[in-house]
């Protein structure tokens, strides 16, 4: 990670002087690099060695399109922060934020050059991501089920761990587990939105009040009255409603245990090593476990 | 509990055989054990072969059964021949096999395949049963009174459905992974197969013995 750290802020140095400082913003503080570590360990999972120059460069890359995601989900959720401080938008403004991120994009694939399977799985990544968003967005406030959740999740972070998955093991092989890791951190993330609902008063007020279709969601809304207020928020208020996904927590943390344990079943059977794996598996379930 | 013996007729009282043959024996008879389990320790929850002949699976798997037992006895015809020259059907083999003593190297390997495929066969009707049994509920209300007679209420429609559709995932997440983990295992043996015919590299420098079109 230090060496991908490293790597990240010469890449930094080497862009335009014009987009120095909001790069410097968006790339230097508070990542987690929970993207790259999956390339790497699924790299470790079923090879050994030190990690070669291509994994490398899908690391830095993935990351690359990561924030681009991030600038973009930012912006069209208008969230003021992130991670703490402010969103690039907020503080650069729209035209610089939009306009950062087709550069980081466009850097991507040249960094990705000498990659031509690179290059395919991120165009896959890209394109699965935009229609992910859009079909998101298509089926709020309507009264779907978990098999609904799982399938737009499963486009939405599934896609970007599975292209992380196959990015490290290069033989596709990794793949459904890279889409049940997504799909675990996507679930995680959606109840840990709901807990900080409840304990913070803080997160996930973007999905209640736009009526986006999050795992504790498509439990709650199994109740009619629940249903009533989630397509059709005018019908009573929004904090009811949250206790509705509230009492479904139980209910949602056993689904991600079970999606968990499909995770670790996939590595066993598909990985040489599947002690890396397992390893995100347990890291990913502690997001919700706060 | 059917008995495949009876069914097939192959006799059990061979003894003393070759690594090959008592092999391709032992996998026949773990085929054949298979199918007699699958006859009578499913019940009804499990398809007992083609439902539209209403065939057992013992008949489906006669091929497959058949054909192990011919291997076993090619391996031992092949062993009877090196070993006792002129003596019995198995002493006239064709001149190949009689000279050559790899023949049981590519038995072998396809008894291997063979046994994966069956290893791989069982997996996924357990799987499948494990499926069945964890949505066992849910079909019940699926097919249940209420459903028939269009009582459910919306939200229960909804649940219906999303648990089936839950089971149909599933089902297919199965035979994904079946059939991945097939694929993988017989690239495997692949592999080693062509570690075990690779030719020894030609001494001097490769030549290319023909010219690209221009």
Known sequence: ??????????????????????????????????????????????????????????????????????IIDDIVDRSPTRRGRATMHTKFGELSALMTSGYIVAEGYLQMKDDLAGIALFSELMKRLGVAECMQWRLRRQP?????????????????????????????????????????????????????????????????????????AALAIRDPAAAKIFCDPESGNLAELGRYFVAKLPEAEAYLDKIADEGRTEARSFAVDPAPLVALIEQTRQLSRY | MLNAEDIFGFGSGRSGHDPVTGFLLAMRDAWMTGTGLKE???????????????????????????????????????????????????????????????????????????????????????????????????????????????????????????????LLREVGDLAIREALLFQNELSALDESLVQTFEQPEPSGSYRRRWRAKL
Request: proline share 5%; aromatic share 6%; charged share 20%.
């Open chain 2, 40 to 166: 009578s320790g499913s019940g009804q929850s499990m398809p007992r072969g083609n439902p539209e002949t209403g065939l057992p699976a013992a008949t489906l798997l006669r091929p497959m059964i058949s054909a192990l037992g011919a291997m076993a006895d090619l391996a031992a015809a092949n062993r009877q021949g090196f070993g006792q020259p002129g003596a019995g059907p198995a002493a006239h083999p064709s001149p190949g096999a009689r000279h050559d003593p790899s023949a049981a190297d590519f038995l072998l390997p396809i008894g291997q395949a063979m046994m994966i495929a069956a290893n791989r066969s069982v997996s996924y009707w357990l799987g499948l049963a494990q499926i069945f049994e964890s949505h066992q509920a849910t079909l019940v209300q699926a097919i249940g009174v209420k459903a028939i007679d269009g009582h459910m209420t919306g939200s229960e429609r909804l649940v219906t459905a999303d648990a089936l559709r839950a």
């Open chain 1, 144 to 216: 779907l089920g978990v098999e609904d959740w799982r399938k737009i999740a499963g486009e939405d972070t599934g896609s970007m761990f599975e292209v992380c998955a196959c990015l490290g093991d290069r033989s596709g092989r990794l793949r459904t587990f890279g889409g049940l890791l997504g799909l675990l951190y996507h679930g995680c993330d959606d109840v840990g939105d709901v807990k900080g609902l409840a304990a913070l008063g803080g997160g996930g007020e973007e999905d209640l009040r736009d009526g986006i279709l999050t795992l504790p």
């Open chain 1, 1 to 70: 990670m230090i060496r991908l750290r490293e790597r990240i802020a010469r890449w930094i140095d080497g862009c335009s002087d014009e987009l120095r400082e909001a790069l410097e913003w968006q790339f230097l503080t508070g990542s987690k690099y929970f993207r790259p570590l999956t390339i790497f360990s699924c790299y470790r999972a079923t090879r050994e060695g030190p990690i070669p120059e291509q994994i490398m460069q899908s690391a830095l890359v993935i990351e690359l399109f990561h924030n681009v995601s991030l």
